[in-house]
């Protein structure tokens, strides 16, 4: 089954308040609520943009994808790549007990990413 899942992408953001966030950007308590805790049935597609545009994140980044009991679907299945594992997305327990140099290297990987992609919008 598909589902709406924003809480990773808040966590790597490091935005503790995610409810108040999206009230902030206009979302109403009702939506933010649902939005939140991956209850809604349909999603609209100018939430989903808004969402992308907050989070500077892509639509597909937004939903993650659990196969049914019995589901099976071959293993280069497109609805695959939306199955996602929680360590992934949580940047911080990844960087809790790496040395404090090494996460000086992990910044400079992506400050340099971060150039790179600027120089590519540029071009």
């Not at 805790?37 to 349909?42: F, L």
């Not at 994808?65 to 594992?85: A, C, M, S, T």
Request: overall charge positive; some cysteine.
């Amino acid at each position: 089954m598909l589902f709406l899942n924003v809480i990773p992408i808040f966590r790597a953001r490091g935005i503790e308040r995610p409810h108040t966030y999206l009230i902030k950007a206009g979302f109403t308590p009702h939506s933010a609520h649902y939005i939140l805790h991956g209850k809604t049935r349909s999603v609209r597609l100018d939430h989903i943009e808004k969402l992308c545009k907050l989070l500077i994140c892509e639509p597909t980044d937004l939903f993650v994808w659990y196969p049914g009991k019995n589901e099976i679907l071959v293993d280069n299945h497109p609805l695959k790549k939306l199955i996602r594992r929680e360590e992934e997305a949580n940047i911080h327990n990844l960087i809790a007990d790496v040395p404090f140099k090494d996460i000086a290297k992990i910044a400079a990987a992506i400050k340099e990413q971060k150039d790179d992609q600027e120089t590519k919008k540029e071009a």
